[in-house]
């Protein structure tokens, strides 16, 4: 059974910066596309960034130049840097887990507050 467990969300003032980690178990974790996703108060759930088994990455536009995901197969654990942070980035942050051939997995989520 895959399980994600996201970790680093907390409060932090604008233009501060945050780290969110994601472990798995339960899975090879190398051959997952992962993802990280965020949902707004009131909104819907939107991509913020994605990383390939191969490490391709892609981001949301609103986060380009100031978010970093990563990955570390060693420790099962996905990352995302999130800098220069802004209180639209407000939000609970999702871990995805895309197995080749299985359904998608999601973590439990992470609140992050960004004050102004």
């Not at 992962?34 to 949902?39: F, H, I, K, L, T």
């Not at 191969?54 to 099962?76: E, H, L």
């Not at 999702?94 to 989520?109: E, L, M, S």
């Amino acid at each position: 059974q895959v399980q994600l467990v996201e970790s680093g969300g907390g409060l932090v003032q604008a233009g501060g910066s945050l780290r969110l980690a994601c472990a798995a178990s339960g899975t090879i974790f190398s051959l997952n596309t992962m993802g990280w996703y965020r949902q707004p108060p009131g909104k819907q759930r939107e991509l913020v960034a994605g990383i390939t088994s191969g490490g391709t990455t892609n981001y949301a536009d609103s986060v380009k130049g100031r978010f970093t995901i990563s990955r570390d197969n060693a420790k099962n654990t996905v990352y995302l840097q999130m800098s220069s942070l802004k209180p639209e980035d407000t939000g609970i942050y999702y871990c995805k887990a895309a197995p080749p051939g299985d359904y998608d997995y999601w973590g439990q989520g992470t609140q992050v507050t960004v004050a102004s």
